[in-house]
């Protein structure tokens, strides 16, 4: 099968399954080369077997993708977990990892965005264009949504003022509070040039009665 499929390749140079389990789940996939020793044994990443729920030796269906898949324009992940975007070489990782799978497709998509530390990272594929199915090579945009555990930082109270110890409030209980309601607001108009002199009442210099000037009568 996989040579008859290698023969059939027009532009690219890489094999896509679709490998399905007892339960119909279908994984698209790439195909490195064929096993040469049993044409009935296949061997897959683990993060294959667990996508499929499969353990080693259980049967599953392997259809060749003979239609022409369409190169991914857009695709937007969700990383399952914060520490995912955490690694500092998150970026090119991830970017390496759709290269080396070769084919997306909506769901779940598990890569190793570290070489130096083999863990996998889990997204989802929340948006595909323009199929369900496509390649990942070539000029792919890629979009990133917060985690599926992120949680918004709890927002830190104002402090409140500090006060005077020595302060004390004047308080006067028998101060009648006047009635603002019904009094009008005048607006606050900003002038230019001479202002005309003001009558300020009770204002100017002062005496006292024992320092007022004799005055001769």
């Not at 496509?134 to 917060?146: I, R, T």
Request: proline residues 11%; aromatic residues 6%.
């Amino acid at each position: 099968m996989y040579t008859s499929m290698f023969n059939r390749l027009e532009e690219s140079d890489r094999c896509f399954v679709y490998i399905t389990n007892s339960r119909g789940d279908t994984l698209a996939i790439a195909v490195e080369s064929p096993h040469s020793d049993d044409a009935d044994v296949i061997f897959a990443p683990d993060w294959v077997l667990s996508k499929l729920g499969i353990d080693e030796g259980d049967m599953v269906l392997v259809d060749p993708i003979t239609e022409k898949l369409p190169n991914a324009e857009l695709v937007r992940l969700q990383p399952l977990t914060v520490a995912t975007v955490e690694n500092p070489i998150f970026i090119e990782g991830l970017t390496e990892a759709l290269n080396q799978l070769g084919v997306i497709q909506e769901g779940f998509l598990s890569a190793i965005v570290d070489p130096s530390m083999p863990e996998l990272h889990d997204f989802l594929v929340d948006k595909l264009n323009p199929a369900k199915v496509c390649l990942a090579n070539g000029d792919l945009n890629v979009e990133m949504v917060s985690a599926i555990d992120y949680t918004e930082p709890e927002a830190r109270p104002e402090p409140e003022p500090e006060l005077d110890p020595e302060y004390e409030p004047i308080v006067r209980p028998d101060t009648p509070i006047p009635d603002r309601s019904e009094t009008p607001i005048m607006p606050f108009t900003s002038l230019s040039g001479n202002l005309p002199t003001l009558f300020v009442p009770f204002s100017g210099k002062g005496y006292s009665m024992a320092s007022m000037p004799k005055r001769n009568t």
